[in-house]
């Protein structure tokens, strides 16, 4: 079971660079930061994004809600990276309040 978990919020991760790198990339276009080029990439990136969803073996709308709580994660760590704004703590409280959702979506006993 750990190493499931582990599997799981891997994917879940990499699942989240892909989406938000597909919508990065064009909001970088519409603000005139970027080349209409990378409309391209942000295509790729949202597919990929798309497939990795597609690799959970379990129900698809169990899939998004669960997949929603490590998104949030990932998108303040990119806040932080990317745009090099830290997180508050607030942002830090209501991300393990969506984390914590995420597990108890993907962990609950199922019969």
């Given amino acids: 079971m750990p190493q499931h978990l582990a599997v799981t919020a891997g994917l879940f991760v990499v699942t989240a660079i892909a989406e938000i790198v597909g919508c990065y990339l064009p909001y970088l276009w519409l603000k005139d930061r970027a080349p ?13 994004f798309v497939w ?19 998104y949030v994660a990932t998108a303040l760590a990119w806040l932080w ?3 090099g704004i830290r997180p ?22 199922r019969g």
Wanted: glycine fraction near 8%.
């Fill in 36 to 48: 209409a080029w990378v409309l391209l990439p942000a295509a790729a990136s949202l597919a990929l």
């Fill in 52 to 70: 990795l969803l597609s690799l959970h073996p379990t129900a698809a709308g169990r899939v998004y809600a669960a997949y929603g709580g490590v």
């Fill in 81 to 83: 990276a990317v745009d």
């Fill in 88 to 109: 508050s703590a607030w942002d830090i409280i209501g991300s393990a309040v969506a984390v914590t959702g995420m597990a108890i979506i993907m962990l609950a006993p």
